[in-house]
């Protein structure tokens, strides 16, 4: 294992974070807090609470998913992605390291920019409206997992893409919708029946649910089938990457 | 000890069908400087390409120091600096940190002194906190040498090391490689400036169409292909060859006023002496003469033209 190399593209990776602290940190920031004062004060203050918990506090575990999931996606779609673009990918291609270094180093580094995000999030959030946890450990882990597996989905994007447009696409038209359709703002038992069973073909809905569980003991669906779920994706993920590196899709000839 | 670049039978065939190595067969010895030459399109970047892990092989195998590009490709890698042929850096990084970057992703420990020697042998060492997007090109392109060397490859790629560098830089950067090449390194380098290749190579190899045409010692090279030319400046023009110097590969040019003598280099020296005595016996004068050695050049077009 080139320890060293994992190391040195990971710290490139967070180097590069630092660098644009304002863009990768601040305004991730700003505009969940955004999402507090309209959704929580706003207009939470004019809603019943769901579940027994006030709607400010519902939507916290809700609105950190999708900064982590959004996140990790554009982390290291981009991380891999930039490289590509600029041609300096030449120089990890030419290195001794496996498929598998150039994947700890740079997804290692988007969840772990995601998750300290997520963490951030959660701070702000804490004083702005009551939170409270009830699985800390369990909270952290699905934290990690989620970070880890879209950070890895968002590698594949990076590698699959060939331009600027389909390195947005896949955020913004799937990633962003199965967020907010995913129940971040709202428990599925105040879905209709029809809608409520078709939203559990959104994969999000099951990250969601596990992850407000770990706060509030609440959940849409069982937490055994959010993690089975969950590992499934990232088992996928694992797979493709292995392929990629394998045949060298988009980035041999 | 094994060949420091061994290659057999490596052909590649991209996807749109273009066959851009036919069967190449090379071996590069350890501590020697080969210079590959070729036109645009001939192949040179893609053999390297292959070799440096960029680029998939269709058929055939690359020995690194002994090590399948393949198989083996962490232990052969890890010999190899690449430098590319475009300028191709991490714009908003500085110097030392790229140049670090590249040590730690060849898997060596953090070496301050010796990325500063390095540095100052590329005389980058002042700008080493600098944004690599503030230097020029010719000094970008000292950067992508300084990463190339930072993990102490003993075989060293240079795609067209000194296109777009001035006059000055290029001599320098030449001192800088035979510097390498005196420590032990091997180093191949493609050229378009042929000038290059005959002051700095000791083997050429020249590829065309994807095929190896030649590979050959510099020197011999120049001694087997390349011409001498003696010119006369007669005193008086001569309207046509006299008959009794019929057996002389001569010319007469600038309306019969100089007299040009072409042989082989290997020749004999008597056929100068031979000639310039038959012209005594026959009266005929001369104001000055010179003698021309054909440049790798030309030895190159003709070579290619050949083809």
Redesign the interface.
Known sequence: MNWRAIRAIYMFEMHRTWRTLMQSVLAPVVSTSLYFVVFGSAIGSRMTSVEGIGYGSFIVPGLIMMSVLTNSVSNASFGIYFPKFVGTIYEILSAPVSYLEIVLGYVGAAASKAIILGLIILATAALLVPVHIDHPILMILFLLLTALTFSLFGFLIGIWADGFEKLQMIPLLVITPLSFLGGSFYSLSALPPFWRALTLFNPLVYLISAFRWSFYGIADVPVGISLAATAVFLGICLLVVRWIFKTGYQLKT | MPAAISVTDLSKT??SGFQALKSINLEIRAGEIFALLGPNGAGKTTLISII?????PSEGQVLVDGHDILTD???A??K?G?V?Q?L??????TVW?TV??????????KNNALIEKLLKDLSLLEKRSSKIMTLSGGMKRRVMIA?ALSHEPTILFLDEPTAGVDVELRRDMWQVVRGLRDAGVTIILTTHYIEEAEEMADRIGVISKGELILVENKVDLMTKLGKKQLTLQLSAPLDHLPAALGDYPLELTKGGDELVYTYDIREERGGIAGLLKSLEALGIEFKDLHTDQSSLEEIFVSLVKDQ
């Open positions: 991209y996807a440096c892990g960029l680029v998939n490709a962490r232990a890698r890890t190899i690449l590319p475009e191709k850096t991490d714009a908003f990084e940190a670090n970057f590249s040590r730690g992703l060849f898997g060596k420990p990463k």
